[in-house]
Every structure is written in C-alpha cells, then in structure tokens.
T-cell receptor, first 114, second 115 residues
C-alpha cells in the first residue's frame, strides 16, 4: 500500500493552461506539504497545511493554490502555467506528534510546460 | 541563499568500504537534521535524523555525526552496499523557507557504490 500517492505521475501541458495535481496520504498524518524540485535539483518547500492552517512560502506565485478537501488530501492547483513551472512536484505528510517530525514523500509528479 | 549545503555533487565508493557524505549549514536555529535517500523516479525516503542537542546517532550501518560549532554534519555508511547507490539529501528543520513550515534541503550528493 502506498503511503503517500500523487496523480498524475507525468503531466505535459501548454503554457497558459490550468492544471491540478492530487495528493493523498493514508498514514493518518495531520500535516501535508508541497515541495518543488527545480532543474537545479533543489527541493524547496511551497506550502504546509495543518488543521486548516495554510502556511505559504512567500516566494511562491499566487498562481499556485493548495486545496484540502479533508485531512488525507492536499491537491495543488496551478493557474496560467508558465515555462518556469516545469519541475518535479513532491507531496509529503507528517504528524506533529512524532519527534522528529519525519516527512514521508510521494513519488513526485513530473510537470513539463511547453 | 543556501542554508543547507552539500558541496559534493557525487561520490564514488567501493563496495564494503565506508561512505562519508557531508553537509554544512549556516543557520544555528535549526533544531533537527535529517538525511533522506532518493532513487530515480521516486520520492525521498527518510533514513536517519539527529537532534541539535546530540552529536551522534546510529542506526545499523548508518551513523550521523553533528558538529555544531562547525555547523557541519556527516552521514557514515559502513559497510557500503550496492543498494546504497542513490542521491542523499541533507535536510534541516527549524527555520522555515520564506514562512512555510517545512524542511530546508541541500542539493543532494549522488552516491555510487562500485563492485
């Protein structure tokens, strides 16, 4: 059973389109995250979401918006896609009752904007 | 501005020998350090962590050492096995990336274990 899953695994789309990436975790965790790994291989936090509290990395454009229908899901919506959005996006989850708060990652979604 | 640095993009080690992966950080407010391992086309998986109040943590073949005065940590793998070939990310917790409550990652070191 996959602990953190993401769909789709690959996403190829045109500039200007709007797309969504879904994330689900079955670990019973209370916090979920989105990370972006760019072409230089840096993994950078985009958002964290805990108990309806959303904390946003101030460097993330507002074209990106996370949506959490429930504790097990944190989807990422991207409006007006740009070439620079091409990257691998990782979802992760953790529970704040564990020390350290180890994050478990999904397999990633490879987004290519043409 | 990189707060967590892994200056070796790759490292090649012979099977059975010790692998030492290094990581430097700039922010003394980090309270936990973690190592993640990543295979191609998969997400990072947690390997081992250390609290900033300790200087060593061991788990089987993996040991992490922390030198707070030097703001340096290292991951030792001994003996190295072929399945250890992967990209290893050093990560730190305690200072948010622009406000978001997540881990700050280094760029990764690609470890190659040679038979």
């Amino acid at each position: 059973d996959t602990a953190v899953s993401q769909t789709p695994k690959y996403l190829v789309t045109q500039m200007g389109n709007d797309k969504s990436i879904k994330c689900e975790q079955n670990l019973g965790h209370d916090t979920m995250y989105w990370y972006k790994q760019d072409s230089k291989k840096f993994l950078k936090i985009m958002f964290s979401y805990n108990n309806k509290e959303l904390i946003i990395n101030e460097t993330v454009p507002n074209r990106f918006s996370p949506k959490s229908p429930d504790k097990a899901h944190l989807n990422l919506h991207i409006n007006s896609l740009e070439l620079g959005d091409s990257a691998v996006y990782f979802c992760a989850s953790s529970t704040r009752t564990s020390v350290p708060e180890t994050q478990y990652f999904g397999p990633g979604t490879r987004l290519l904007v043409l | 501005d990189q707060q967590v640095k892994q200056n070796s993009p790759s490292l090649s080690v012979q099977e059975g020998r010790i692998s030492i992966l290094n990581c430097d950080y700039t922010n003394s407010m980090f309270d936990y350090f973690l190592w993640y391992k990543k295979y191609p086309a998969e997400g990072p998986t947690f390997l081992i962590s250390i609290s900033s109040i300790k200087d060593k943590n061991e788990d089987g073949r993996f040991t992490v050492f922390l030198n707070k005065s030097a703001k340096h940590l290292s991951l030792h793998i001994v003996p190295s096995q072929p399945g250890d070939s992967a990209v290893y990310f050093c990560a730190a917790r305690g200072v948010t990336g622009g406000g978001a409550d997540g881990l700050t990652f280094g760029k990764g070191t690609h470890l190659i274990i040679q038979p």
